[in-house]
């Protein structure tokens, strides 16, 4: 009885002001979208829901449906990762990536499980590539089949020169590869313009659903191609699952359903706003966050030049009173969650504007922040 009293009272649930990037704050509606009658995800209603969802995603990268899929996995975001370079390398291939931060420094570690051939180009994690380094790695490794990289680096906030790297790429015959799991829905993304065969998100970022489900956009006439490659996997085989799809318009293996029905009512509320509309609403709570921040005295580990204008990764400053953790249980206490830094050279925390908020939560959250300073002790401006 008691747990079903707390279910009750969770159709109400509290809102909460997210900051960490993804799972993001999501909208009641989303919420209670999850909300259906049982269903077997085999039936043809199931099936148009998730035909949907698949033509919507490619609308958000503005990908043509004759050349681009998408493919849906159960799953959290890295399994996009570990599923695109399991599936997309050849026995004797080799992945290039273009390494300045963490996250593609999964990619990295990927390839080493599995044994596949791979080129590092590393750069500091508040650095650019360098586009000439790429292209001379290019000519010189005939070997390289794919190119690989980062979009918006979430553990620093610096955005990559895809365009860029993906002419690179296609230049020299090269497949181009981008973790989009962070700007997709959040930037502006045009999958041909921006040279891309393959990029991927999940459901609780950019979306703003709910964590569970993990896809991947990619060129079809590759896919189909990757079909005679290496299988490493039994589950999470890309061409396996395309084909699945092809075939029966639903996932191989359960897909967890009420996350499915809570994506399809984030795309109809993200249509109803407009990309536009959203990307300007985030940038406004972004610029901020910066100022007020600024204003603060806090100093960033990304230059603003170089940041996609989504998340600030902030040095932690000089003070004996600093403690992230206890930063943290204040604004947490008056719901707001703030989010630990990536920086393996220095102690950075992070803050984004990911999810249903606005600049007006922005400024609340600030309003707090500044409160918890004040009351740990810390003078304001902070020093470094
Ligand atoms: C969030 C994120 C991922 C996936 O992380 P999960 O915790 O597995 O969801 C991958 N790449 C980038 C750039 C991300 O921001």
């Known amino acids: 009885m008691e747990i079903v009293k707390r279910h009750m009272n969770n159709i109400h649930p509290k809102r909460k002001v997210l900051l960490n990037p993804g799972p993001s704050t999501t909208t009641d509606s989303v919420k209670l979208s999850q909300i259906v009658s049982d269903i077997c995800p085999r039936e043809k209603e199931f099936e148009s829901i998730m035909r ?20 849906l996995f159960s799953g959290s975001g890295t399994l996009s990762i570990d599923v695109l370079i399991s599936s997309l390398a050849n026995e ?8 300045n931060g963490s996250y593609s420094q999964r990619a990295v570690e990927v390839c080493k499980y599995y044994g596949i051939r791979c080129i590092e180009i590393k750069s500091k994690d508040n650095c650019l590539p360098v586009l000439s ?10 070997k390289i089949s794919l190119i690989y ?55 609780q970022k ?71 509309i959203k990307y300007a609403r985030h940038r406004k709570a972004f610029e901020l966050l910066y100022k007020r921040l600024s204003e603060m005295g806090f100093k960033f580990y990304v230059d603003c030049g170089m940041n996609a204008g ?17 930063v943290h249980d204040y604004c947490y206490a008056r719901g707001f969650t703030i989010y630990p830094g990536k920086v393996i050279e220095q102690p950075t925390f992070r803050l984004s504007v990911y999810g249903a908020i606005d600049y007006n939560d922005i400024e609340r959250f600030c309003r707090v922040f500044r409160k918890a300073l004040v009351t740990l002790g810390i003078d304001i401006p902070v020093q470094y």
């Open 52 to 71: 949907d969802i698949r033509h919507d995603l490619l609308k958000i990268v503005n990908a043509n449906p004759s050349k681009y899929s998408t493919i």
């Open 133 to 142: 380094d790429i292209e001379n790695v290019v000519l010189s490794n005939d």
């Open 206 to 276: 950019g979306i703003t659903s709910m964590a569970g489900i993990t896809f991947i956009i990619g060129n079809i006439d590759f896919i189909i191609k990757s079909g005679s490659f290496p299988k490493r996997s039994y589950y999470s085989n890309l061409y396996r699952q395309y084909d699945y799809f092809e075939k029966n318009g639903q996932m191989n293996f359960t897909p967890p359903v009420q996350i499915i029905y809570s994506m399809k009512q984030a795309l109809i509320e993200l249509f109803d706003e407009t990309l536009e």
């Open 92 to 99: 004797n291939s080799c992945i290039l990536v273009v390494n």
């Open 149 to 203: 990289t980062t979009h918006h680096e979430t553990g620093t906030g610096i955005l990559n020169p895809i365009r860029e790297i993906g002419a690179i790429a296609h230049k020299y015959g090269k497949t181009f590869a981008v973790d989009t799991t962070s700007s997709f829905a959040m930037i502006p993304i045009d999958i041909e313009r921006d040279n891309i065969d393959f990029l991927m998100s999940s459901s």
């Open 310 to 326: 989504l998340l600030l990764s902030i040095l932690y400053p000089k003070n004996n009173n600093w403690s992230f953790e206890r």
